[in-house]
């Protein structure tokens, strides 16, 4: 089973001169440290099932980015964010998460 996790964030100060695929890679890594249970996908080249909805130009700042993630195992909306926000370096603030069973 494979449930979906939307959340919403801001990217603002020194972090908004960090590229889009940058971007990818630091929350990449942020879900891997703090042991959220993500989907990988199948394949040549696994990769995490995260995605950011669309790529913000560099040196630019948002109140409202948002991403999606794929988990192999359910986990509360409350502790997803908690766990990736002390993972994440400060510019960025995890503003609200939604969880959807697909």
């Avoid at 502790?79 to 400060?90: N, S, W």
């Amino acid at each position: 089973m494979e449930y979906k996790i939307n959340f919403t964030f801001t990217k603002k100060d020194f972090v908004k001169y960090i590229s889009h695929l940058d971007l990818m890679r630091l929350f990449s890594r942020a879900l891997r440290r703090a042991e959220i249970p993500v989907k990988i996908t199948q394949g040549f080249s696994p990769h995490l099932k995260f995605s950011i909805k669309r790529a913000l130009k560099l040196g630019v700042e948002s109140d409202n980015e948002e991403a999606a993630v794929a988990l192999n195992a359910l986990i509360k909306p409350e502790e997803f964010r908690a766990k990736l926000q002390k993972e994440i370096p400060e510019g960025i603030f995890i503003k609200q998460v939604t969880f959807m069973k697909e």
